[in-house]
């Protein structure tokens, strides 16, 4: 037996729900028994969080406050050095824990001029959740299957309109994360959360052509030296950013 394969049949998996809010994304571990540490605040920052050894898997929702195409209205000016700020950390968590999945998700936006292509896009009728938001996970993982090819299997006439104007019915939350509604918008729809479960429970990650790949610890290093030239060019893009 490798030592890999020994790793993989460790019980105690430690999954990191890195900005977690509710840990409605990580739940389908938690209730499968894995060690799930939500890292979110008020209780933790995700900036100066220092990660425990032998990490199995890194959930990442970074807030999308200054990445949103949304934010049209904002009375303050878009703040790309701030939005980076628990991106960024995110991906030096992931840098120096070496997981062996790791997912970052963003609804699709501005997050791409920094981040690139997504590599994996959904929207949560796919996985059987009745509403739109097209969202995009980047870093290694296995994709999910999709559930659903046609949207008037999932939702009705009326709900795809209310979704058009973010007008749907929100579900309700814990005090922890107050009443909001960008927080409500905020929870992983529970379908996707399940689907992204069953995708990334036990994977060897092999090669490139695989959607199992897991980047080998030279790539991961150089991902954290990116990471750190694209941080210098986000400042200077935002000194000569305009708001909209």
């Known amino acids: 037996m490798t030592q890999t394969q020994e790793y993989l049949l460790d019980g105690a998996k430690i999954i990191l729900d890195l900005c977690g809010g509710?840990?409605?994304?990580?739940?389908?571990?938690?209730?499968?028994?894995?060690d799930v540490r939500i890292v979110t605040l008020p209780e933790q920052n995700v900036i100066d969080y220092i990660a425990p050894f032998k990490v199995?898997?890194?959930?990442?929702?970074?807030?999308?406050?200054?990445?949103?195409?949304?934010?049209?209205?904002?009375?303050?000016?878009?703040?790309?050095?701030?939005?980076?700020?628990?991106?960024?950390?995110?991906?030096?968590?992931?840098?120096?824990?070496?997981?062996?999945?790791?997912?970052?998700?963003?609804?699709?936006?501005?997050?791409?001029?920094?981040?690139?292509?997504?590599?994996?896009?959904?929207?949560?009728?796919?996985?059987?959740?009745?509403?739109?938001?097209?969202?995009?996970?980047?870093?290694?993982?296995?994709?999910?299957?999709?559930?659903?090819?046609?949207?008037?299997?999932?939702m009705t006439a009326k709900q795809i309109a209310l979704s058009k104007t973010n007008s749907r019915k929100l579900p309700s939350i814990s005090d922890i994360t107050g009443s909001k509604q960008s927080a409500k918008r905020a929870i992983t729809p529970a379908g996707f959360a399940q689907a992204f479960f069953e995708a990334n429970r036990c994977h060897i990650f092999q090669n490139k052509s695989s959607r199992y790949y897991r980047p080998a610890n030279g790539e991961i290093s150089s991902m954290g030296i990116r990471m750190e030239m694209m941080m210098r060019q986000i400042r200077g893009r935002s000194q000569s950013y305009r708001p909209r």
């Open 22 to 34: 509710t840990g409605a994304w990580s739940k389908p571990y938690a209730d499968a028994g894995y």
């Open 56 to 154: 199995y898997g890194i959930l990442a929702a970074p807030p999308c406050t200054m990445f949103s195409l949304a934010r049209t209205r904002a009375k303050t000016q878009r703040d790309f050095v701030e939005g980076m700020g628990p991106v960024n950390a995110c991906y030096r968590i992931a840098h120096l824990s070496k997981p062996i999945f790791f997912a970052l998700e963003n609804p699709i936006g501005l997050l791409t001029k920094f981040l690139g292509h997504w590599k994996y896009d959904y929207h949560p009728w796919w996985f059987g959740d009745p509403y739109t938001k097209r969202t995009g996970l980047w870093g290694w993982f296995n994709h999910p299957a999709r559930q659903f090819n046609n949207i008037m299997d999932v």
